[in-house]
């Protein structure tokens, strides 16, 4: 039961006997969700002609989600049930590369769709608008190079596979409007929108929206609900029925920002050729775990299924064996694939079980609210045969802050059809650790901060601290450490090449 309820509860109940206190939490969950109802209700009559539909069928999602979540008592997982995954239950790449292609790998990709979550907005990096129109190589965009890799695909082996984007109402109006820039690629692009679900006072645990306008004091008080949303949208979009139709099977699912999540031809063909008593539904990409990766969920055995823990469901005393390198090996990429006819299936059944991520917020104006949101992975123990398989680290390359950016941006990497690739010359495979400081937080001062990218073949490690700009042609190798500190400001020279240096102090170097 939920945090706030119980202290509720437990204010109101000291003298009312125990067998008793079930029956009053169940009376009180009751008034809870029968006020959310009538609340829900006020809204709905506030809509206007065309809008009136679409909330309806999202505000459903939501009271199942609030229904559950008033039901939900202490953390998800009893520590003590959780064992590593099972051998074959995670299989590495290398076994799955090894099977080779059939002649008729055209066969495979025509049952394929390609799904990007298109949900988020560049906020963190400082731009307006959707995060996949930032240019992040050669002035191409997220979007420009997933359906350039995806016209690739098709042009050569003659194929239609087609792009999907789960946009939110954050992101859709702008991406519908660059849309009609591809329409000469040969690549069908088809769109469908999260649902839209109310923030809720921390206290009363009431939604904060007094109608369903979205601007002025209400443009804060509506979000989209996390990426485990997509099956309910895909399925409620009527998107899903007409790619059956079409016969398509399998849909692969990551985050746009991920420029290492291209189709993979060897993973396609494992899942289109298990025999059909077998059929895999769902396919998690892992990847291993390095130090900078100690939050991302791993894969667990419970209960004898496979299954998602993310770092918000394990209990505070068990936190730092999470983080762990040793006991969990690997974390999730948000890689996916999985069966269309499954997901119509557990969405017609209500059978998809995503653990309830509670996320608090704080408003402008200063109001504690909570959204409720789910994980797309996190349904992998709701599909049959899933399987873990644990990829290079080549197909996770998130772009999430400018140290990011800076590594795609440089010659670390090559551009061929959409798709990064790491550069020949680099002689170990390892990503260099980049760590740009506030002064580069957002892309357009980051990129007054550089003349052009840095030669970064041979760097290991980077780190940026304070007012610093860099030169054209600049060389950066090993381990280099640039400090300004408060007041001071560093000039990189065009042609520096730094290699193993710290450079601290004040280095201007003025026009004359």
């Known amino acids: 039961m939920h945090k706030n309820m119980s202290l509720f509860v437990v204010g109101l109940s000291k003298g009312i006997p125990s067998n008793s206190m079930t029956e009053f939490q169940e009376v009180m969950r009751q008034q809870l969700e029968s006020s959310m109802d009538a609340e829900l209700k006020k809204l709905l009559s506030t809509a206007t002609g065309a809008e009136a539909g679409v909330p309806e069928k999202d505000f459903e999602g939501f009271k199942k989600l609030f229904h559950r979540f008033l039901q939900v008592k202490g953390p998800s997982v009893e520590w003590s049930k959780i064992h590593r995954p099972p051998e074959d239950s995670i299989q590495p790449y290398e076994k799955i590369k090894a099977r080779g292609l059939p002649d008729s790998i055209a066969d495979s990709l025509n049952k394929l769709v390609v799904v990007k979550l298109n949900g988020g907005l560049g906020t963190s990096m400082g731009c307006k608008g959707p995060k996949s129109l930032i240019s992040v190589r050669n002035e191409n965009t997220f979007l420009d190079l997933t359906v350039q890799q995806i016209e690739h695909l098709n042009k050569t082996y003659n194929t239609d596979v087609p792009l999907v984007l789960?946009?939110?109402?954050?992101?859709?109006?702008?991406?519908?409007?660059?849309?009609?820039?591809?329409?000469?690629?040969?690549?069908?692009?088809?769109?469908?929108?999260?649902?839209?679900?109310?923030?809720?006072?921390?206290?009363?645990?009431?939604?904060?929206?007094?109608?369903?306008?979205?601007?002025?004091?209400?443009?804060?008080?509506?979000?989209?609900?996390?990426?485990?949303?997509?099956?309910?949208?895909?399925?409620?979009?009527?998107?899903?029925?007409?790619?059956?139709?079409?016969?398509?099977e399998y849909i692969f699912v990551s985050n746009i920002d991920n420029l290492g999540a291209t189709v993979d031809l060897y993973i396609l063909n494992h899942l289109v050729s298990q025999p059909n008593g077998k059929r895999c539904e769902f396919v998690m990409e892992v990847t291993d775990k390095t130090r900078a990766d100690v939050k991302g969920g791993t894969l667990i055995q419970y209960?004898?299924?496979?299954?998602?823990?993310?770092?918000?469901?394990?209990?505070?005393?068990?936190?730092?064996?999470?983080?762990?390198?040793?006991?969990?090996?690997?974390?999730n990429t948000n890689n996916l694939w999985m069966s269309l006819a499954a997901i119509k299936r557990?969405?017609?059944?209500?059978?998809?079980?995503?653990?309830?991520?509670?996320?608090?917020?704080?408003?402008?104006?200063?109001?504690?609210?909570?959204?409720?949101?789910?994980?797309?992975?996190?349904?992998?123990?709701?599909?049959?045969?899933?399987l873990g398989i644990n990829v290079p680290r080549s197909?996770?390359?998130?772009?999430?802050?400018?140290?990011?950016?800076?590594?795609?941006?440089?010659?670390?990497?090559?551009?061929?059809?959409?798709?990064?690739?790491?550069?020949?010359?680099?002689?170990?495979?390892?990503?260099p650790h980049v760590k740009l400081g506030s002064s580069f937080t957002?892309?357009?001062?980051?990129?007054?901060?550089?003349?052009?990218?840095?030669?970064?073949?041979?760097?290991?490690?980077?780190?940026?601290?304070?007012?610093?700009?860099?030169?054209?042609?600049?060389?950066?190798?090993?381990?280099?450490?640039?400090?300004?500190?408060?007041?001071?400001?560093?000039?990189?020279?065009?042609?520096?090449?730094?290699?193993?240096?710290?450079?601290?102090?004040?280095l201007r170097i003025l026009d004359h």
């Open 166 to 248: 789960m946009n939110s109402f954050n992101t859709d109006e702008d991406t519908k409007k660059i849309l009609q820039k591809y329409t000469h690629h040969g690549v069908k692009i088809h769109t469908f929108n999260q649902s839209r679900y109310p923030r809720i006072n921390k206290e009363s645990l009431l939604p904060v929206a007094k109608d369903l306008g979205m601007t002025g004091e209400n443009a804060d008080v509506w979000y989209p609900p996390g990426h485990g949303d997509i099956y309910a949208s895909f399925y409620n979009s009527g998107l899903l029925d007409q790619l059956i139709a079409e016969g398509k």
């Open 303 to 331: 209960d004898g299924k496979l299954r998602l823990l993310e770092i918000a469901q394990v209990p505070k005393a068990h936190v730092d064996e999470f983080k762990s390198v040793s006991k969990f090996k690997i974390f």
């Open 346 to 386: 557990l969405q017609e059944q209500n059978a998809l079980d995503m653990e309830i991520i509670v996320n608090p917020k704080t408003l402008d104006g200063g109001l504690n609210v909570i959204q409720l949101e789910t994980a797309v992975g996190a349904a992998i123990h709701s599909f049959d045969n899933a």
């Open 395 to 431: 197909r996770f390359l998130p772009v999430k802050t400018t140290s990011d950016l800076l590594l795609v941006m440089s010659n670390l990497y090559s551009l061929e059809a959409g798709s990064l690739t790491m550069s020949q010359k680099r002689e170990f495979p390892t990503t």
């Open 442 to 506: 957002k892309v357009q001062e980051y990129l007054t901060r550089f003349e052009s990218i840095p030669d970064m073949l041979e760097l290991d490690h980077l780190t940026v601290s304070g007012d610093v700009t860099f030169g054209k042609h600049v060389s950066l190798k090993g381990t280099v450490i640039i400090i300004a500190n408060h007041g001071d400001r560093i000039d990189i020279p065009a042609g520096s090449m730094l290699e193993n240096k710290i450079v601290s102090g004040n």
